[in-house]
């Protein structure tokens, strides 16, 4: 691939200036990569920012965010090393719309990009205006139904300025130069919105859908689950129905009424192969227009066996502090605490698994790393409660401690599980970080969060929604088994990494599939799948899953020096540098 491939790329994301979730995971995989740097000449990431959210801002502005601001108008951002060109063009734009603008760089791995906020919320009312009568006049995108929300209204007011910002500091880029603006989820579309307004052929606009936000309201919304919405999708799919014909009318949803416009895009990207179904489901143009695969990326990097022995003695070591006895086993379940990640059928498999390791006098230890607080707990909070009552091991709802989800799960499902129960012991960390600092004496002085990684055994990620996954298989390059749901996006990722042979790592858990006596015929026979129904379904497939676990767990060191070597075969086909040169590339390269 020729250096400088594609003059400029301009990312279009809520995730701009600061990483948050899942797609500041992708962006850093990406701009970080050899390369994408080595085929693409520039690249701006663009998006709005939310001046009243202190925390935000004081992330932004932390030396591990690596931002150095060029320009700016919003308070606290020093500058004086902008063009003059430049500064002047973003001024004449504030003036005009009556927004405010950061311009700078920031770092990703070895490398460093253009970004461009905006403070839109108090956008002047005629340029807001006559942008949305346009998108209804050309696209029937229904703004004034949906502008009392604070997320749509946020997102769309950053369309216009800055599309116009990009331009003003692009000024040197020959008029020829070819451009592409990629949207990031339904988040990024308003950008793309106003290149497609003004037919600006200079620019090819793509929708990345990191996920279909319809599809994950109907899996999340129902007792249902993955269970009932994938067999309704495979049957509307085989028999030509759409979403809107089984599930009535979703226009109501201001995601779903932004991404039925994201047909206008000149190209459409899907993270994983099921995602390019739901986007298939919702009818209309999305029936037959082009969407190609671009996965994510999976951390490789090289680990030794003797790394992954020295990072699992200091799990063992942890759980040997909590539980007062070594386990033979170490299971680990990094996310976040929100219902599609479906923890309780982790507990479910564990269930199972207890009757086998108790015969063969085998114990396991699972940290569930989990937490429904956006930043974490204090950390004298915690070493006041581990002296209290024993955190991570209790947990309190009354003081700060379990937040929301976290009681429920912990209450109801966690507490349960372990009466009776000697072979198998769940620990919930609802905590930030992974070190003595913030988790507690008990914690090993040396642990650090990469041990949580490579010490383990096995990750689970059994997901009911789960565009890609990326969490789920980080333990992949250290020899882990990785225990996921076929709704996951990473397995169509793993099956082709594996170019058809056996990937001993992966233990594909099916919670879709349904016996044939089941009689379900068209997608409305599946609506009648409900809570009750899944739940029997998943009894039984749990047990499927735990007797996979128990065949395959190591043994000894030459079992576990094996699965490393397989994981990490495995894990390089599914690299950054895979997904740029053999995904991302080819994909740009059709606009």
Same mark, same amino acid.
């Given at each position: 691939m020729?250096?400088?491939?594609?003059?400029l790329?301009?990312?279009?994301?809520?995730?701009?200036?600061?990483?948050l979730?899942?797609?500041?995971?992708?962006?850093?995989?990406l701009?970080?990569?050899?390369?994408y740097?080595?085929?693409?000449? =520039?690249s701006?990431?663009?998006?709005?920012?939310n001046t009243w959210?202190?925390?935000e801002?004081?992330?932004?502005?932390?030396s591990?965010?690596r931002l150095?601001?060029? *320009?700016?108008?919003?308070?606290? +951002?020093?500058?004086?090393?902008?063009p003059?060109?430049?500064?002047?063009a973003?001024q004449?734009?504030? =003036?005009?719309?009556?927004?405010?603008?950061?311009?700078?760089v920031r770092?990703?791995?070895?490398?460093e990009?253009?970004?461009? $906020?905006v403070?839109?919320g108090?956008?002047?009312g005629?340029?807001?205006?006559?942008?949305?009568y346009s998108?209804?006049?050309?696209?029937?995108l229904?703004?004034? $139904?949906?502008?009392?929300?604070?997320?749509?209204?946020f997102?769309?007011?950053?369309?216009?300025?800055? *599309?116009?910002?990009?331009?003003?500091v692009t000024?040197?880029?020959?008029?020829?130069?070819?451009?592409?603006?990629?949207?990031h989820?339904? $988040?990024?579309?308003?950008?793309?919105?106003?290149a497609?307004?003004?037919?600006?052929r200079?620019?090819k606009?793509?929708? *990345?859908?990191?996920e279909?936000?319809?599809?994950?309201?109907?899996?999340?919304?129902?007792g249902g689950?993955?269970?009932?919405f994938?067999n309704?999708? =495979?049957?509307?799919?085989?028999?030509?129905?759409?979403?809107?014909?089984v +599930?009535?009318d979703?226009?109501?949803?201001?995601?779903?009424?932004?991404?039925l416009?994201a047909?206008v895009?000149?190209?459409?990207f899907?993270?994983?192969?099921l995602?390019?179904?739901?986007?298939?489901f919702?009818?209309?143009?999305?029936?037959?227009?082009?969407?190609?695969?671009?996965y994510?990326g999976?951390?490789?990097?090289?680990?030794s066996l003797?790394?992954?022995l020295?990072?699992?003695?200091?799990?063992?070591?942890?759980a040997?502090?909590?539980?007062g006895?070594?386990?033979d086993?170490i299971?680990?379940?990094v996310?976040?605490?929100?219902?599609?990640?479906?923890l309780w059928?982790?507990?479910?498999?564990?269930?199972?698994?207890e009757?086998?390791?108790?015969?063969?006098?085998?114990?396991?230890?699972t940290?569930?790393?989990?937490?429904a607080?956006?930043?974490?707990?204090?950390?004298?909070?915690?070493?006041?409660?581990?002296?209290?009552?024993?955190w991570?091991l209790?947990h309190?709802?009354?003081?700060?401690d379990l937040?929301?989800?976290?009681?429920a799960?912990?209450y109801?499902?966690?507490e349960?599980?372990?009466?009776?129960?000697?072979a198998?012991?769940?620990?919930?960390?609802?905590?930030f970080?992974?070190?003595r600092?913030?988790?507690?004496?008990?914690?090993?002085?040396?642990m650090?969060?990469?041990?949580?990684?490579?010490?383990?055994?096995?990750?689970?990620?059994?997901s009911? *929604?789960?565009p890609?996954g990326?969490?789920?298989?980080e333990?992949?390059s250290?020899g882990a088994?990785?225990?996921?749901?076929?709704?996951?996006?990473?397995?169509?990722?793993?099956d082709?990494a594996?170019?058809?042979q056996?990937n001993?790592?992966l233990?594909?858990a099916d919670?879709?599939?349904?016996?044939a006596?089941?009689?379900?015929?068209?997608p409305?026979?599946?609506l009648r799948?409900?809570?009750?129904?899944?739940?029997?379904l998943?009894g039984?497939n749990?047990? $499927?899953?735990?007797?996979?676990?128990?065949a395959?767990?190591?043994?000894?060191?030459?079992?576990?020096r094996?699965?490393?070597?397989?994981?990490?075969?495995?894990?390089?086909?599914?690299?950054?540098?895979?997904?740029?040169?053999?995904?991302?590339?080819p994909?740009l390269?059709k606009?």
């Amino acid at each position: 691939m020729p250096s400088q491939h594609i003059p400029l790329v301009v990312h279009a994301t809520q995730e701009a200036g600061l990483k948050l979730g899942g797609i500041g995971a992708v962006l850093d995989g990406l701009l970080g990569s050899p390369a994408y740097n080595e085929a693409v000449g =520039r690249s701006i990431l663009v998006g709005p920012i939310n001046t009243w959210n202190i925390i935000e801002k004081e992330r932004l502005t932390a030396s591990a965010n690596r931002l150095r601001t060029i *320009y700016s108008s919003l308070p606290g +951002f020093e500058w004086n090393d902008a063009p003059e060109e430049v500064a002047m063009a973003l001024q004449e734009i504030e =003036r005009r719309m009556n927004v405010h603008f950061l311009y700078g760089v920031r770092g990703f791995g070895r490398y460093e990009h253009e970004i461009i $906020l905006v403070d839109a919320g108090a956008i002047a009312g005629e340029t807001i205006n006559s942008y949305k009568y346009s998108l209804w006049q050309h696209w029937g995108l229904p703004c004034s $139904l949906h502008e009392s929300n604070w997320e749509f209204s946020f997102v769309l007011n950053a369309g216009e300025p800055l *599309y116009e910002a990009v331009n003003a500091v692009t000024g040197d880029l020959s008029p020829t130069a070819q451009r592409h603006i990629i949207a990031h989820e339904w $988040l990024g579309l308003p950008v793309a919105f106003s290149a497609a307004l003004r037919a600006d052929r200079r620019y090819k606009t793509i929708f *990345y859908a990191h996920e279909v936000a319809t599809a994950r309201l109907l899996v999340e919304g129902d007792g249902g689950h993955d269970t009932r919405f994938y067999n309704v999708l =495979r049957l509307g799919r085989e028999q030509g129905v759409a979403l809107d014909q089984v +599930f009535g009318d979703q226009s109501w949803f201001y995601k779903h009424a932004m991404i039925l416009r994201a047909g206008v895009c000149d190209r459409i990207f899907a993270v994983g192969d099921l995602v390019v179904d739901e986007l298939r489901f919702l009818g209309g143009v999305f029936w037959d227009k082009p969407i190609d695969l671009v996965y994510n990326g999976v951390p490789a990097a090289p680990i030794s066996l003797e790394q992954k022995l020295a990072s699992r003695e200091l799990m063992l070591q942890y759980a040997e502090n909590l539980y007062g006895f070594r386990p033979d086993y170490i299971f680990t379940h990094v996310t976040r605490m929100v219902p599609s990640k479906a923890l309780w059928r982790d507990v479910r498999v564990l269930e199972h698994l207890e009757w086998t390791l108790a015969a063969q006098g085998k114990r396991a230890v699972t940290f569930m790393v989990s937490t429904a607080s956006p930043s974490g707990r204090r950390a004298e909070d915690v070493f006041r409660w581990e002296t209290e009552y024993g955190w991570p091991l209790g947990h309190r709802g009354d003081n700060g401690d379990l937040e929301r989800e976290e009681n429920a799960f912990f209450y109801h499902v966690l507490e349960p599980f372990h009466w009776g129960r000697s072979a198998n012991k769940i620990c919930l960390v609802n905590q930030f970080g992974w070190e003595r600092d913030r988790c507690g004496w008990r914690m090993p002085e040396a642990m650090r969060f990469a041990d949580l990684r490579a010490g383990t055994d096995l990750e689970f990620g059994q997901s009911i *929604y789960e565009p890609f996954g990326i969490a789920q298989v980080e333990p992949l390059s250290s020899g882990a088994l990785c225990v996921v749901s076929n709704v996951c996006g990473c397995v169509g990722f793993l099956d082709r990494a594996a170019a058809g042979q056996p990937n001993p790592n992966l233990i594909v858990a099916d919670y879709v599939s349904v016996p044939a006596d089941w009689n379900l015929w068209s997608p409305w026979d599946a609506l009648r799948i409900d809570e009750p129904i899944r739940n029997s379904l998943e009894g039984r497939n749990s047990y $499927l899953v735990a007797q996979q676990i128990a065949a395959r767990l190591p043994q000894n060191d030459d079992d576990r020096r094996s699965l490393l070597e397989a994981g990490q075969r495995t894990a390089a086909g599914m690299s950054w540098e895979v997904v740029v040169k053999d995904y991302l590339l080819p994909a740009l390269g059709k606009c």
